[in-house]
């Protein structure tokens, strides 16, 4: 998403408002005042919280929005490489996308020849991948309704903002072949 004033961490301007009392540009000063461009992350979160008493997730976020304002923080990066996530709504049961996933041969099917390690799962809820590469690689089982659910592959750990904007295409066009396989 294009940072502007306005849009900052893939949030708007108006968003942070409603839920801080502060606008992007507000929250921009305060900050810059605080001397937050020279302190780590978990530093401007703690004072947000301390200080202006925002919730964790909203510390966080204005946090994000205020390194990429700065030039402190690109898309997608975290302290360890860069992440991203795909999301999709398919026509299955939870536990048939499961099964997709975790079972070989199923897997197979929509993912051909792709080596992972499936290093913990938890049944119709997560699975927790060491992808070839050693990158980490965690998806999520949303149920909506007994007939459908949300897939979301979460990506971690990539080594650069190109590495993680290539993983996000790939990760949509498997999440669609899974989608197909699904839902025939």
């Given at each position: 998403m294009k940072r502007t004033a306005d849009i900052y961490g893939g949030i708007s301007?108006?968003?942070?408002?409603?839920?801080?009392?502060?606008?992007?540009?507000?929250?921009?000063?305060?900050?810059?005042?605080?001397?937050?461009?020279?302190l780590p992350h978990k530093d401007i979160v703690q004072r947000l919280?301390?200080?202006?008493?925002?919730?964790d997730w909203w510390g966080q976020m204005v946090t994000v929005g205020y390194e990429q304002a700065r030039g402190l923080r690109v898309k997608h990066q975290k302290p360890?490489?860069?992440?991203?996530?795909?999301?999709?709504?398919?026509?299955?049961?939870?536990?048939?996308?499961?099964?997709?996933?975790?079972?070989?041969?199923?897997?197979e099917q929509w993912?051909?020849?792709?080596?992972?390690?499936?290093r913990k799962a938890t049944p119709h809820k997560s699975i927790r991948i060491?992808?070839?590469?050693?990158?980490?690689?965690?998806?999520?089982?949303?149920?909506?309704g007994s007939l459908k659910c949300q897939v979301v592959p979460q990506h971690a750990k990539l080594p650069t903002p190109d590495t993680a904007e290539k993983m996000k295409a790939y990760w949509a066009e498997k999440l669609e072949a899974l989608r197909v396989f699904l839902e025939r």
């Open positions: 301007s108006a968003a942070v408002k409603k839920a801080t009392g502060k606008t992007w540009r507000e929250w921009l000063v305060v900050l810059d005042k605080a001397g937050a461009a020279k919280q301390r200080s202006h008493h925002l919730a360890d490489g860069f992440e991203i996530s795909v999301a999709k709504t398919i026509a299955a049961p939870v536990g048939r996308a499961f099964a997709a996933w975790r079972e070989n041969s199923l897997r993912l051909p020849r792709t080596p992972l390690t499936i060491l992808w070839a590469d050693n990158t980490l690689l965690s998806v999520n089982f949303w149920p909506k």
